[in-house]
């Protein structure tokens, strides 16, 4: 029988899975001392996110319309993991280990090394890639929710695996998060009014000279806008500007890189923020 203190639940947000992050996450809590003994791909419906997130703190860092709209871009990868050492008289569970120390902080700039986050550059500076149990008492409700059972349900090993872990990609393909946005932008304000030449590459990734970087490069877009479209890009920044009414005014985009651009823009000023 799996014991509830040793288990972690990790999910990997529409992003991550998008990036193909969901295998390299799986080797790197392996090389942390952790086993995969469940993995699922589903769509996180409103009633599953409601039982997921029951219990979660609201911490004001990712407007819920927004996280509402990303589950319904594509799937979520649950996995349930195992620590492969037992829970020390003092020490944390493994759920706590992980939601407290491996995660690490979804902003980019404070994401240290040793954490997920921090090993693969939190590649998108504003969303959280991932979402992990805070703790064992939320393990069976939240185990539940993604895979249709409780902890008690599972067996040893890959007991109640929906797909396998092999099914994911190993390699992270190339992410064109900057050259994303200032197409976006571009398409909507016209090339005038976005340089190329003001992005970061997007290699740089959100590091922190890049997101600030981007900062300025929307204010000044904003300003060679000018009128009524530079107010609707800086209300953008400031959340004074709906995404809802960013997607009315961007044409001919697909869903993803429309949501990609208004969840960056939305959050800059926040993740340009110094430690």
């Given at each position: 029988?799996?014991?509830?203190?040793?288990?972690?639940?990790?999910?990997?947000?529409?992003?991550?899975?998008?990036?193909?992050?969901?295998?390299?996450?799986?080797?790197?809590?392996?090389?942390?001392?952790?086993?995969?003994?469940?993995?699922?791909?589903?769509?996180?419906?409103?009633?599953?996110?409601?039982?997921?997130?029951?219990?979660?703190?609201?911490?004001?860092?990712?407007?819920?319309?927004?996280?509402?709209?990303?589950?319904?871009?594509?799937?979520?990868?649950?996995?349930?993991?195992?620590?492969?050492?037992g829970r020390a008289a003092d020490g944390p569970s493994?759920?706590?280990?992980?939601?407290?120390?491996?995660?690490?902080?979804?902003?980019?700039?404070?994401?240290?090394?040793?954490?997920?986050?921090?090993?693969?550059?939190?590649?998108?500076?504003?969303?959280?890639?991932?979402?992990?149990?805070?703790?064992?008492?939320?393990?069976?409700?939240?185990?539940?929710?993604?895979?249709?059972?409780?902890?008690?349900?599972?067996?040893?090993?890959?007991?109640?695996?929906?797909?396998?872990?092999?099914?994911?990609?190993?390699?992270?393909?190339?992410?064109?998060?900057?050259?994303?946005?200032?197409?976006?932008?571009?398409?909507?304000?016209?090339?005038?009014?976005?340089?190329?030449?003001?992005?970061?590459?997007?290699?740089?990734?959100?590091?922190?000279?890049?997101?600030?970087?981007?900062?300025?490069?929307?204010?000044?877009?904003?300003?060679?806008?000018?009128?009524?479209?530079?107010?609707?890009?800086?209300?953008?920044?400031?959340?004074?500007?709906?995404?809802?009414?960013?997607?009315g005014l961007v044409p001919d985009i697909d869903p993803?890189?429309?949501?990609?651009?208004?969840?960056?823009?939305?959050?800059?000023?926040?993740?340009?923020?110094?430690?």
């Amino acid at each position: 029988m799996l014991d509830p203190d040793r288990l972690a639940l990790l999910v990997v947000k529409p992003d991550g899975v998008t990036q193909h992050l969901t295998r390299l996450i799986s080797l790197w809590m392996r090389d942390e001392g952790h086993t995969l003994i469940a993995f699922r791909e589903l769509s996180l419906i409103p009633e599953r996110r409601a039982r997921l997130y029951a219990s979660s703190p609201e911490d004001g860092r990712i407007d819920g319309e927004l996280e509402a709209v990303l589950y319904t871009l594509g799937p979520v990868h649950a996995m349930l993991f195992e620590r492969k050492t037992g829970r020390a008289a003092d020490g944390p569970s493994a759920a706590a280990d992980v939601a407290g120390r491996l995660v690490g902080d979804p902003l980019p700039h404070r994401a240290g090394p040793g954490t997920l986050r921090g090993h693969f550059g939190a590649l998108n500076p504003v969303l959280n890639l991932f979402h992990a149990t805070s703790d064992t008492e939320h393990l069976d409700r939240e185990t539940h929710a993604l895979f249709d059972r409780a902890v008690e349900g599972f067996a040893w090993p890959n007991g109640g695996s929906a797909h396998g872990i092999g099914h994911t990609p190993h390699l992270l393909r190339p992410f064109k998060l900057w050259s994303t946005v200032a197409g976006v932008l571009a398409a909507w304000l016209g090339p005038e009014a976005v340089r190329a030449i003001d992005w970061p590459a997007d290699s740089h990734g959100p590091s922190s000279p890049a997101v600030g970087a981007a900062l300025m490069a929307c204010t000044r877009a904003a300003q060679r806008a000018g009128g009524e479209a530079g107010a609707l890009l800086t209300g953008v920044l400031d959340g004074s500007t709906s995404y809802a009414r960013f997607c009315g005014l961007v044409p001919d985009i697909d869903p993803w890189s429309g949501y990609l651009t208004y969840t960056t823009l939305r959050h800059l000023p926040l993740c340009a923020d110094t430690p």
